[in-house]
């Protein structure tokens, strides 16, 4: 997703300052897996990116002696493509790093929002800079370990290569702390997937591979689908380049070559790449976009010095921006995920006095800020010990709760929480490997198998018995492998329609599952799709186009063109009249006809996905607000600050409000305070209590997944899987 921002808007000259260390804070620009990023400038009027590092990493034994080799290390890259490290303080209460900023977009924003880069000349620019950055890193001994497009920005002189300072001295405390590395699926070398302590020089060129690739195609190498899906292709499958200019093919093949030591170094890329012009990356918009962000940070660095304080005293309320939850914390075996990827560094520009603070000290002289008061929920009726899980997710299956990941699903009884199943399934001999869970859709949940000829989809019910077992894609007449079934969109009586993907691009099937029959399939121009049914049409939506297709025929009815951004990965949701389109902005459409009705709560950055229920819509924005939205009108019949931070939105899989007839629960997000949920009121608004856990749940950084049963709310930590009685007074 692109996003404009407002070069005229000065810092606010009322307004308190707040600083970390001798720096002057504007505003925060996001947030990441090792901590918060800030745009502050220094004492001679310089702008700087400012990342203060999460406490859970500075209390970590040794881990201020690795931050502060790092910091040196970082220091001495001297690369024109690489921003200087001016600062860092590992002695700090949090410790923090100082790099020059580029008022520039990550190429994640340019190539959605401006288009790929499909001409030669534009790739080896964007090639010949990264290369060169690489050099500068790796002279200085660093690994870069996440190169990926939100870390590479596009600036008028060519790219910047960014968060390469301290990404060593983080891995090698969570790899002490849990066994676990860092990366972003889909731009991590094989070796870096299966031991972080094998990535080398190397694994960098791996991902200059996959950066490139997604330049060129707007898409990674190896596909889109279930992270662990993703993983193993990159480790077993060859990359697809189709759309990438044959005049680079050979040389990107030879860099996601699987054995790092056939990789090219940096030299030998830069000399294949060649002389290159950095100007063949500019088009129109993004010159425009760069010279907007050039005169916001003008009028930042040209704004009168404001008065001191410390950056968590009373009355100073720094801004929040956009999720910066940049790493992916994936286990040793390379399976499972806690958190998504995607940085996305803009410039907020709103200033919101009174809207949470940061909780906690940072920089010289902060004072920790005493967390909010909230009210402490309900003793649960039950709670029972849950199987280990990569990134569990909780549905109901009929009156059946089933927790699973990829790889195992277990069901509980929901009125005892004693376990009744574990999942179990018979694919035909041929399929590859163990048949993958993908989800739940109504009293079904859903698996997928891949034999190569064959893409197969199982479906089990509440009692844990296999329904179906059906061949739903088939090998190609040219020779192409069967696609993958990625994921099951929505389901309507006896008609599903998935997700595909393979060797051909991604695409759209619709299957009747009494017979295992398909009944009309598309293709789709990338990974950004997503459809929804009410069981009359199925509504799709395909890089920025909105379609009602007939549900069993795939007919088309209507469409609207330029509903979102290409990339923005929008959300769907109806009530059979209205129906939703959830990314920056709630937007309702008839659905009917596809005519435009009415748009709500527009922010800068993706809200969370929307729960229907009634008249109503429920959703929660950036800024840790919970709205219900009138269906008809898209009037706001109340909306409630969480006192808590609440879980970043619109990633794929995220999970909107759980809402019963009394009461709305939202996920928090552990940033500051320990994860858990709140609970508001239904009918008004109020909060009602929150549920922040002790002991070894305390100690999970997972999102908490909540389900509700007439009054009963379930709640499952990383650990536990908790009911609570969800009246309200």
Request: aromatic content about 6%; glycine content about 12%; hydrophobic content about 40%.
């Amino acid at each position: 997703m692109h996003t404009f921002i407002q070069p005229h808007r000065q810092v606010p000259q009322q307004q308190r300052s707040s600083r970390i260390g001798p720096y002057e804070v504007f505003h925060l620009l996001g947030e990441g897996g090792m901590g918060r990023v800030f745009l502050a400038r220094s004492p001679g009027s310089r702008l700087v990116a400012l990342k203060v590092i999460r406490p859970e990493y500075a209390e970590t034994p040794n881990f201020r002696g690795r931050f502060r080799r790092e910091a040196d290390s970082a220091r001495r890259v001297s690369g024109f493509y690489t921003p200087p490290v001016l600062d860092a303080d590992a002695d700090a209460p949090q410790p923090w790093l100082a790099t020059a900023y580029v008022p520039a977009p990550s190429l994640h924003e340019v190539v959605r929002g401006f288009g790929v880069l499909p001409e030669a000349a534009a790739l080896r620019a964007l090639g010949t800079g990264l290369a060169e950055a690489l050099l500068a890193i790796h002279a200085a001994g660093i690994v870069h370990r996440d190169l990926k497009p939100g870390n590479v920005l596009v600036a008028e002189d060519g790219p910047r290569v960014i968060d390469f300072g301290i990404s060593r001295a983080v891995d090698a405390t969570q790899v002490t702390r849990t066994g676990a590395v860092m990366g972003t699926p889909g731009f991590m070398a094989p070796e870096q997937i299966v031991s972080s302590r094998e990535a080398g020089p190397a694994a960098d060129i791996f991902s200059l591979g996959c950066v490139l690739t997604f330049a060129a195609t707007g898409r990674g190498p190896f596909g889109a689908g279930g992270t662990a899906e993703i993983l193993y292709r990159a480790v077993h499958h060859r990359p697809r380049l189709d759309g990438v200019p044959a005049a680079l093919s050979l040389l990107i093949g030879a860099c996601l070559d699987k054995d790092p030591a056939r990789r090219p170094p940096a030299e030998s890329v830069l000399a294949a790449l060649g002389a290159a012009d950095p100007a063949a990356l500019l088009t129109a918009g993004l010159r425009q976009d760069l010279a907007r962000r050039a005169a916001h940070a003008a009028a930042l660095v040209a704004a009168p010095p404001m008065p001191a304080t410390p950056l968590t005293s009373p009355g100073t309320a720094v801004p929040k921006g956009p999720s910066r939850r940049g790493f992916l914390w994936i286990t040793a075996a390379g399976t499972g995920v806690a958190a998504a990827a995607g940085a996305v560094a803009l410039i907020r520009g709103r200033w919101q006095p009174g809207k949470d603070p940061v909780r906690s000290g940072v920089g010289t002289g902060a004072t920790a800020r005493p967390e909010p008061t909230v009210p402490a929920g309900p003793r649960p009726q039950w709670s029972t010990t849950l199987k280990k899980l990569e990134n569990g997710q909780l549905r109901l299956v009929g009156d059946t709760l089933v927790h699973w990941d990829t790889a195992h699903a277990t069901a509980y009884d929901t009125a005892t929480g004693e376990e009744r199943w574990m999942g179990s399934l018979r694919p035909p001999s041929d399929v590859v490997g163990d048949p993958k869970w993908i989800g739940v859709q109504g009293s079904v949940l859903y698996a997928e198998g891949w034999t190569g000829e064959h893409g197969y989809l199982f479906g089990v019910d509440a009692t844990g018995r296999q329904k179906f077992s059906y061949a739903v894609t088939r090998y190609g007449a040219d020779g192409r492998d069967a696609d993958f079934v990625d994921k099951v969109l929505c389901v309507a009586g006896p008609v599903a329609v998935l997700g595909t993907g393979g060797d051909a691009g991604y695409g759209v099937r619709a299957v009747d599952l009494t017979s295992g029959k398909v009944l009309w399939s598309r293709t789709v121009r990338g990974s950004d799709f997503q459809a929804h049914t009410d069981g009359r049409l199925c509504y799709l939506q395909d890089n920025g186009t909105l379609r009602g297709l007939g549900l069993r025929t795939g007919t088309e009815r209507w469409k609207v063109r330029d509903v979102v951004e290409p990339g923005a990965y929008p959300q769907l949701a109806t009530d059979g009249t209205a129906l939703l389109v959830v990314s920056v902005k709630v937007q309702a459409f008839s659905a009917s006809g596809g005519g435009k009705l009415w748009t709500a709560v527009n922010e800068t950055t993706n809200i969370s996905p929307a729960t229907v229920r009634g008249e109503r819509a429920y959703v929660h924005d950036p800024q840790d607000t919970v709205f219900a939205l009138d269906m008809r009108s898209g009037e706001q019949v109340w909306h409630r600050a969480s006192p808590l931070n609440l879980s970043p939105a619109g990633g794929a899989g995220d999970q909107g409000p759980t809402v019963s007839p009394s009461v709305v629960a939202v996920a928090t997000y552990a940033t500051g305070e320990v994860p858990g949920f709140v609970v508001l009121r239904a009918s008004d608004g109020e909060l009602l209590w929150a549920h922040q856990p002790s002991g070894s749940e305390a100690r999970g950084r997972n999102t908490w997944q909540l389900q509700t049963s007439g009054d009963t709310l379930f709640a499952a930590s990383e650990t536990t899987l908790h009911a609570f009685r969800s009246e309200t007074p």
